[in-house]
């Protein structure tokens, strides 16, 4: 009775435990219990031990066991995938005295999510007896990496389905672009639950459909943030201002996702105040919103505002990109302040970090055409690390005929 009190006291204190040297002294406390034998307490030690990475003393606990059963082989397993062994968990996998369905399907699982859909095919061919789960892993394997066809072949061959079944096989769909199928998966599902329907809901929308995702949209019993943003994100991209902020009003929370969005339609419309107003409400920022906010800034073409944009960025710690300075730039070129762009230009990597990219010398190469430094201007596309491509040329050109300048023979 007393030895039974203790083999739960230590199965409770190791289920808790998250330090190594936390799990290292109950082990050592088992065995001086006279529990150091105990099968299935030391399982509950090695998968300790692999929740934590610590790949070297589940080896060593599973080196000095007696008797391992089936369960201690398939943690030792599941060890080698977390960190990544393959090979080392194959060798093993090929060694186990016996083998349970969990141990196929987590070596299935583990070549899907490494993109080896062909080894996953043949080891579960190779299984004596298959469940939902396992065909669910193959399923995943095939939707994760996009065969398609392979995994509606799947699919339409599993004996029986489940939740995960249809929302795999729905969001290979959806990601595909075949709406009929995923509408025909989803009309079939005897249950869904909220990642069903974003899927769906996520389907109508990528594919333009807006008035049937805001109809599947209404229909459903609960909705969650992830569900408003797809819908708010694809009224975006499909430019319809008023579709945008009707979403974005009735949400009953936001996050930066559902801000950026706001940020960004009202930017390609033009709005600059309103894009400020928003900008200024959000609660937080990424580098994304505030490379809006500069585009927002360049379309006033204020030079002045763009740059001080860009020191409140690096005063405030957010990552400066090169969209950022470029978003400068294009202020600097639209009033001609080529000194200043020239400048910007130069501390790009030092101050920054950031190395110029084609943008940035097509931009400086206009500034200095229209300065009437031609000759600068050929000489800064002459030695970029980059081909021209016909926006830089066609700079150079206009430059050429605005200074009538002499070609050099490009």
Not at 53 to 63: M, S
Not at 214 to 230: A, C, D, H, I, Q
Request: aromatic fraction near 10%; include cysteine; proline fraction near 3%.
């Amino acid at each position: 009775m007393e030895l039974a009190c203790t083999r739960r006291r230590f199965s409770s204190l190791l289920g808790s435990s998250t330090e190594p040297s936390r799990i290292r002294l109950l082990h050592r406390q088992m065995v001086a219990s006279g529990l150091g034998d105990d099968t299935y307490l030391i399982n509950l030690v090695m998968k300790m031990y692999s929740r934590c990475r610590c790949l070297d003393e589940v080896e060593r606990v599973f080196c000095c066991m007696a008797g391992p059963n089936v369960f201690s082989w398939t943690i030792v397993l599941e060890a080698y995938v977390r960190n990544g062994h393959m090979e080392k968990a194959r060798v093993l996998f090929d060694r186990m005295p016996a083998r349970n369905v969990v141990s196929w399907t987590v070596m299935i699982h583990s070549y899907s999510k490494r993109g080896n859909v062909y080894e996953a095919q043949a080891l579960f061919d190779l299984m004596p007896e298959r469940n939902t789960v396992t065909w669910n892993a193959l399923l995943a394997a095939y939707a994760s990496n996009r065969h398609l066809h392979a995994a509606k072949h799947t699919y339409d061959s599993m004996p029986e389905k489940d939740l995960a079944s249809w929302t795999t096989m729905l969001r290979a769909f959806a990601s595909a672009g075949h709406v009929e199928n995923a509408a025909c998966v989803f009309s079939s599902m005897s249950q869904c639950d909220v990642v069903a329907w974003t899927a769906m809901v996520y389907t109508y929308a990528a594919s333009g459909h807006l008035e049937a995702a805001m109809t599947t949209f209404e229909k459903m019993p609960e909705s969650t943030l992830v569900t408003w943003n797809v819908l708010l994100v694809a009224y975006c991209r499909n430019g319809d201002l008023k579709g945008v902020k009707l979403v974005f009003d009735s949400m009953p929370e936001r996050d930066l996702v559902s801000w950026t969005g706001l940020l960004q339609i009202n930017c390609q419309y033009g709005n600059v105040e309103f894009v400020k107003q928003v900008f200024d409400s959000m609660p937080e920022r990424d580098t994304v919103s505030w490379n809006i906010m500069g585009a927002a800034q360049s379309q006033r073409r204020s030079y002045t505002q763009s740059i001080q944009l860009l020191r409140t960025m690096t005063m405030e710690g957010a990552d400066v990109s090169q969209r950022s300075v470029l978003s400068v730039l294009a202020a600097s070129n639209d009033v001609g302040l080529l000194e200043q762009a020239r400048h910007l230009f130069l501390l790009m990597a030092g101050d920054h970090g950031i190395a110029p990219a084609m943008e940035h010398f097509c931009s400086v190469v206009c500034l200095l055409g229209r300065a009437g430094r031609v000759e600068m201007a050929q000489e800064l596309l002459d030695t970029m690390p980059f081909i021209p491509d016909s926006v830089a040329w066609a700079a150079l050109f206009a430059a050429h005929r605005i200074h009538s300048s002499s070609f050099l023979g490009h």
